[in-house]
């Protein structure tokens, strides 16, 4: 049976694989620039955090009896409610700290006063990097046993420090034992050298005798950084602020996201919310050595190219929800890609730093940063942006650019990979070109919202091209089909004649009208979607309980096809696809199996979660009123 997941997180702290059958996290990461990717701590076969009760000297155990459910659409909250003791507990990584909250809650619900025990295993085996695959780090393990007061920290160093985790009580009742394999651990120095490939082993309990009735709510404070001081400081500031007013102050802020994203349906509320969050803080983050935002496709392992950067999955799929939830954000999204990541437009997959990680030009990649460029300026009114460092060169280099991909004498323009990042026979795909169109008609706009008369001759120069791209689209890549003339997915343009029929969800001609190309009733599109749609095209799914599109590169239905369906006119659709697929716990993934709408490929995507929580927002949500600056 498939592990079912409850992630949470916030810029700094990421808990991927928060597990539903009894509340243990397998493994807790941070972003690191250092390394180029994630950090994790690991229990490796074990949990690294597994929570723990006693009442009396009996072990209640939680596998396979916890009931779940989110608060305020992000904060996975697990309850027991048995004799003789109730059970309730939250994860939460309140906003803008270096760290995270375990909240427990036990309720003597017998007519005798209990010894309650409740406590936190931590087992540490390994240091995990994450980027594509995930890998231990050589190096040494260190328990510091007393930290600048008399608490324990994790660290990790090759030979510096790297990353350290340390717990931080709420008062001075708790104890903290400590185990190597078997062996029971008496340190007796300030810190002692896990020197062997046992987990180490962090036991830390909190006791009370409750009455009958009575209620005990205490936290487990964890903080993180890249060393022990860091990270004894992190969890001793949450311990400060207290658990009451960390865990009220975090569902207050994502309250106020909540209320920019509304619909009139309660379950697509809280599926296009939790979606949101996750697209907020999986595909986007600050880095732990360097403090800067960044942007990758998943904070998740369990997403099979976690950790690295792709302009069309940040651009095109995060980025608008990014803006319609939260425009400041936005803003260091948008300022992290022109940044670090510009110099390389285009190109496959990058690392965080923003050096090439997979070669191998994209051409809806390339288009993807003026698209979004374009959508942010419209809803911020923020022309300043365009002075930012790289901002003004990126657009010249986009221009530039795309006259080295043009055919050398129609205006197509070549791709070496699809949306997918396949590659393929035929260099000029429709679809990527309908994105050139829509990235000249953007840049021309960018041009014309800031008002100068001197650049009057570059707007009209971009038009005229995007005009001369949308006709040679028309000319070249309109075709026969089964049911009369229909848009082909790619061309050879030194063939004549020679096309191919296919569509894929990263990059779908449904998307067309969407972007502005043409309207939803011009025919030709029209018999483009029926054939998507239809017995014709293999990878249709027609008929099957979770009926929509996929294509070769993951033969089954995609997530991002029911929002390009949605987005596409076909509401109903989509949202029969959306309220009954379980997709990943009710996260988006790549791929549903089409028989039973559980994940199939691409579990924890983080990008393609944002892309569903736009496209419901978009078309079903009530849109936010920016203030003209």
Known sequence: MRESYFPTGNEYVALPTLRARDGSVEQVNVLHMGVNGLLAFSGGSQPFLTPRIMVNDNEILLEGRLSWERQADWLPKF??????????????????????????????????????????????AQLLHSINVTKPLKGDRFLVSKTWEDMPALEFRTPAPLLSIAPYPPDKSSRFFFRKGLQGLNPTGRETLVDSPDNLLLHWLQSKDLK???????????????????????????????????????????????????????????????NAFFNRFYATGVTMDTEETVCLTSRSPRYYVSGAYWDRDTLLWSFPSILALDTGWAKKVLGYAFGRQAANFGVH???????????????????????????????????????????????????????????????????????????????????????????????????RMEKNKLLSSKISRLLRQANLVKAAI??????????????????????????????????????????????????IWKRTRNWIYSADYPHSFLGKPFEEVGCGHAPHPWVLASVNSLLAGQKDRALKFLK??????????????????????????????????????????????????
């Not at 030009?361 to 979004?372: K, Q, T, W």
Request: glycine share 8%; hydrophobic share 35%.
């Open 79 to 124: 309850q027991l409610k048995e004799e003789p003791l109730e059970l309730e507990g939250t994860y939460f990584c309140p906003p803008g700290e270096r760290g995270f909250v375990l909240s427990m809650k036990a309720t003597n619900v017998s007519l005798e006063t209990l010894y309650c025990g409740l406590a936190v295993d931590l087992s540490w």
């Open 212 to 274: 009958p009735g009575e209620t005990w709510q205490t936290y487990f404070y964890f903080g993180l950084g890249l060393d022990e001081i860091g990270a004894f400081a992190a969890a001793r500031e949450l311990q400060r602020a207290g658990g009451r007013t960390l865990r009220q102050e975090t569902v207050k802020w994502l309250e106020g996201k909540r209320r920019v994203t509304k619909t009139k349906d309660p379950q697509l509320d809280s599926l296009m919310n939790t």
């Open 349 to 447: 997959s990058r690392y965080l730093s923003g050096a090439v990680l997979e070669p191998g030009f994209e051409l809806d990649e390339f288009c993807a940063p003026i698209m979004a460029l374009r959508s942010y300026l419209e809803m911020t009114k923020d022309m300043a942006f365009l002075n930012q460092p790289g901002v003004r060169d990126s657009l010249e280099r986009f221009e530039k650019g795309l006259v080295e991909k043009k055919h050398p004498k129609k205006d197509l323009y070549q791709t070496w990979l699809l949306p997918s990042d396949d590659p393929w026979p035929q260099r000029y795909v429709t679809y990527d070109n309908v994105l050139v169109w829509r990235a000249l008609m953007d840049l021309a706009q960018i041009y």
């Open 474 to 523: 028309i000319r070249y890549c309109v075709v026969k089909g089964p049911n009369g003339r229909q848009f082909a997915w790619s061309v050879d343009l030194d063939q004549k004649g020679e096309h191919k029929l296919y569509d894929e969800p990263p990059g779908s001609l449904l998307l067309l009208p969407h972007y502005g190309f043409c309207k939803p009733t011009y025919p």
């Open 580 to 629: 009954s697929a379980p997709m990943d716990n009710g996260l988006a993934c790549e791929s549903v199996d089409e028989n039973t709408g559980a994940v199939a490929t691409g579990a924890a995507f983080a990008t393609c979660a944002g892309f569903l929580a736009y496209g419901l927002w978009h078309v079903l949500g009530k849109k936010p009123k920016i203030k003209k600056r």
